[in-house]
């Protein structure tokens, strides 16, 4: 029996060439700015982002909630969508550390915002309101079957961000991905930004770490915040040695994990008591529900788990599953099959 685990592109192994890396970096203590191999991970996301500076942070979580402190300070609101990893999964940080107001505004099935619903949430200048600082999108948007949001719409969002005079923070997890997607370049995708993170330690495969981005400035702000959380690293450079092979050698190959989700998706679309919208897999995850009731969706986790395929369920009908580095397209005619056995 195989072991496919689709449960998510976090679960990827540092390759080879990373722990190599890992092994033989050179370090000094990040806290006083001193760690080489940091330092140099810190300037190539910076510089492939096209942005001025970043910073290295312990997760994608992390990143999100720096960014969010150093745009907003206590009372002030940010515009999220309601899917967004930010206001589903991670813990109401922004309110919890930052006192910082999240305003929802509905998702579309391809992770964007309506812009006009954006423009309505906008809060005017008014003693009883709180005042609207902030815009966070998500790239790709994870419940959102990982949509890719193109720059023609990012143009569209920052357009309305200096009409109000408001920052806008992309969650750019995957914006690789996205990029790959879309054929084009990151920095195109994160042109609109005054901050963009992102996560090496997903579909890049390193072990550890997620990026911030932003001008010199809003990074030594994003810089405090993460000492303030405890974030402050020293000998990271161990960890930024994988980074930097991240960026370097694992970002073309996401087009292998495009290719397999679609497989997986178009798999599934013709797979009897499954609902799919396959056109909405552009990148490496896919949602599909399941219209049987008999079994709930736990237990249908656990009998795809018995048959050596791992998927998280995801809501009432609701069942993720993420390609990554470690799956192959076999991987995907084997779950295809295992799926099938279970409904039959
Ligand atoms: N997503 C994870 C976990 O939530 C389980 C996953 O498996 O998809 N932004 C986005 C869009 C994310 O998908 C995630 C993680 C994060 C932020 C948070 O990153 P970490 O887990 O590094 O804090």
Not at 110 to 120: P, R, S, V, Y
Not at 162 to 176: E, N, S, T, W, Y
Not at 275 to 300: G, Q
Request: net charge negative; glycine share 8%.
């Amino acid at each position: 029996m195989r072991n496919v685990d689709l449960r998510s592109d976090t679960l990827t192994q540092p390759t080879a060439s990373m722990r190599q890396a890992m092994a033989g970096a050179e370090v000094g203590d990040d806290v006083f700015g001193e760690d080489p191999t940091v330092n140099r991970l810190e300037e190539m996301a910076a510089e492939r982002l096209g942005k001025q500076a970043a910073v290295f942070v312990a997760s994608g979580t992390m990143g999100n909630l720096v960014s969010q402190l150093a745009h907003c300070g206590r009372g002030d609101e940010m515009i999220l969508g309601n899917h967004s990893h930010t206001f589903f999964f991670e813990q109401g940080g922004s309110a919890a550390v930052g006192g910082i107001h999240p305003r929802t505004v509905p998702n579309q099935p391809d992770g964007k915002l309506a812009l006009e619903e954006i423009e309505t949430a906008i809060r005017g200048d008014n003693v009883h309101l709180p005042r609207t600082r902030l815009i966070m999108l998500e790239n790709t948007h994870n419940q959102c079957s990982g949509y890719p949001l193109d720059a023609d719409y990012m143009k569209a969002v920052g357009e309305i961000a200096r009409r109000h005079g408001l920052k806008i923070h992309v969650d750019g997890a995957r914006i690789f991905n996205a990029a790959v997607a879309l054929n084009v370049d990151a920095k195109d995708l994160a042109a609109e930004a005054d901050s963009i993170s992102f996560c090496l330690s997903k579909g890049l495969a390193a072990p550890v770490g997620s990026m911030v981005c932003g001008t010199r400035d809003f990074i030594k702000e994003a810089r405090r915040a993460r000492k303030l959380l405890g974030g402050g690293m020293r000998q990271a450079g161990v960890l930024a040695a994988a980074g930097i092979v991240a960026l370097t050698e694992m970002v073309d190959r996401l087009a292998d994990d495009h290719a397999n989700a679609k497989k997986l998706a178009e798999g599934l679309a013709n797979t009897p008591d499954i609902s799919i919208a396959p056109e909405l897999v552009k990148t490496n995850i896919v949602f599909f529900e399941i219209t049987r009731r008999e079994m709930t969706v736990a237990e249908l986790v656990n009998r795809f788990d018995e048959e050596g395929v791992r998927m998280s369920p995801s809501g009432p009908n609701r069942i993720r599953a993420v390609t990554h580095y470690h799956i192959t397209s076999e991987d995907i005619d084997y779950s295809l099959s295992a799926v099938s056995n279970v409904l039959k």
